[in-house]
């Protein structure tokens, strides 16, 4: 499955010791806040891929942090520009287009392998070939009413829908059939969050997190007892927080159903079922766990096809903590090894 546009999805963010504040950001999205005599927190704002993004940094030097965090989104906006299916010209925009793409640069490469082999773990419930059915519902005025007609198009667009279509080889990325395309949305974030934390590791960064819009990753040090508090939204009071889940060292994603619709009764949203063509309506909410944001990205969106004996197995196989809420939002369900410091959730 895929997400539109890469859009927030949006946990609510706390540092162990505290809530995470900044105070008022100064000119170009920056914040520093003296935490201790040797000690500051360093942030910075900007915006890539259409969603907001923050890189939070705690070092005793200001200066090298802010250095780091520059070099990051440096990194991360590289990224981005390649992995952009919004933009004809850049990777991803003509393989759509051209069906083919020689020499296809490193991030692109590794994020269609990653796609490739999570698409073949989860049975395809997470295919990046699910785009030529996201961008007909783009197409179409909304609130979208399914008539027949519309139905028959979409059966016609989900016939295209096959992560077995996508060729890989260390030279070229190419589409099997005509008509094909695909989409990153559902990777591409947690990819790019992944190369904010190389670049901020690179520099010796031992203290921080990356946010975009949902897909987070932290690194805590060596020392056990530094972590970061992750607070996840109710998905039917986006405002509140529901739960609160401890991060170290590991990154997390969150996928809901709660930030774009297609048709009134909020039933076709912006997360799409690739066996079915229509959105999955088991669950409001599901947040994945796991080594990497590129990881926890694509599984927490493969998720929301799977039934909860399913998901429950094939996270297990994959060494991933998870937490989900189901259609209505009135029953959450967790790993029982998942880190949660609080909020009333049964463990499956």
């Not at 299916?85 to 083919?100: I, K």
């Not at 405002?239 to 990154?251: I, Q």
Request: glycine residues 8%; charged residues 20%; proline residues 4%.
């Amino acid at each position: 499955m895929a997400e539109v546009g890469l859009l927030g999805r949006r946990p609510f963010l706390k540092l162990a010791a505290g809530v995470l504040t900044t105070g008022a950001l100064t000119a170009g999205g920056w914040a520093i806040v003296n935490r201790d005599r040797n000690l500051f927190q360093v942030r910075r704002e900007g915006k890539l891929m259409e969603t907001s993004v923050s890189v939070n940094v705690y070092a005793d030097d200001p200066d090298a942090a802010r250095q780091g965090i520059d070099a990051a989104f440096a990194r991360m906006a590289s990224a981005a520009a390649i992995l952009n299916r919004f933009d004809p010209n850049s990777a991803v925009g003509r393989l759509n287009r051209f069906g083919q793409l020689l020499d296809p640069p490193a991030a692109l490469h590794a994020v269609v392998d990653r796609s490739l082999s999570i698409a073949a773990h989860t049975e395809g419930d997470f295919d990046i070939t699910v785009a030529p059915v996201l961008d007909y519902y783009l197409s179409l005025s909304r609130p979208v009413a399914l008539s027949p007609e519309i139905r028959r198009k979409v059966a016609q667009r989900e016939s295209l829908v096959d992560y077995r279509d996508v060729e890989l080889a260390p030279a070229r990325v190419g589409l099997r059939r005509s008509g094909t395309s695909i989409t990153l949305d559902g990777i591409a974030k947690g990819y790019v969050v992944d190369q904010g934390i190389a670049a901020l590791r690179a520099v010796g960064i031992e203290y921080a997190l990356v946010d975009a819009g949902g897909d987070l990753r932290a690194i805590a040090g060596a020392d056990p007892r530094q972590f970061w508090n992750v607070g996840i939204v109710d998905p039917l009071h986006i405002d509140r927080v529901a739960c609160v889940v401890r991060l170290r060292n590991a990154a997390l994603s969150t996928s809901g159903n709660y930030e774009i619709f297609f048709t009134a009764d909020r039933r076709l949203f912006h997360i799409i079922n690739p066996h079915t063509g229509y959105s999955p309506d088991g669950y409001s909410s599901v947040t994945v766990m796991a080594d990497e944001a590129m990881e926890s990205d694509a599984m927490s969106v493969a998720a929301f096809s799977m039934d909860l004996l399913r998901l429950k197995q094939t996270m297990a196989a994959r060494r991933q903590e998870w937490l989900v809420f189901s259609w209505d939002g009135t029953a959450r369900w967790r790993s029982q090894n998942l880190p949660l410091i609080s909020g009333d959730v049964a463990v499956a």
